[in-house]
């Protein structure tokens, strides 16, 4: 009898082991982004696996207490402005940090130059970053940031 119990405890035992380990969420992308001290400018830091992101950025308006797309184009996860076509995607590695080139306020000309027609500025109000995984399912938001004018 005591070997019956001592079995039935050791299977008890292990099945609470798997329980606990489908509890813990699976280690997944962990990118955050951080605004940096001038208007537009932002750092993303891949706290996680090493993950494919969209290369495009998406900038969002506060609209009462939603988000709403703000229709930029040409804002998108490079460095330096280049000639060069941009990927649709990039991977960040684990623990990998990119200081992507700065947000310029416009709807078009939003990073580097571009030929835009009817271009201009976004209105005032409260805005945030969004960049999302390549397979669109896991998105990473700034903190919210105010544009004056």
Not at 77 to 97: D, F, H, K, N, S
Not at 107 to 130: I, W
């Amino acid at each position: 009898m005591g070997q019956f119990r001592r079995q039935t405890l050791i299977a008890v035992a292990a099945c609470l082991g798997c329980a606990a380990a489908r509890a813990q969420p699976a280690a997944g992308p962990m990118v955050e982004l951080m605004l940096g001290d001038g208007f537009g400018s932002f750092t993303l830091v891949n706290r996680g696996p090493a993950v494919q992101l969209r290369s495009a950025i998406k900038v969002e308006r506060q609209v009462d207490a939603g988000w709403q797309d703000a229709r930029v184009t040409n804002f998108y996860l490079i460095e330096q402005c280049t000639r060069a076509p941009v990927p649709a995607c990039i991977t960040l590695a684990a623990g990998a940090t990119l200081r992507p080139m700065p947000w310029l306020g416009n709807f078009c000309y939003a990073q580097c130059p571009v030929n835009c027609e009817l271009d201009g500025p976004l209105p005032a109000g409260s805005y945030r970053f969004v960049v999302m995984t390549c397979d669109g399912t896991r998105q990473f938001a700034s903190p919210p940031f105010q544009k004056k004018q």
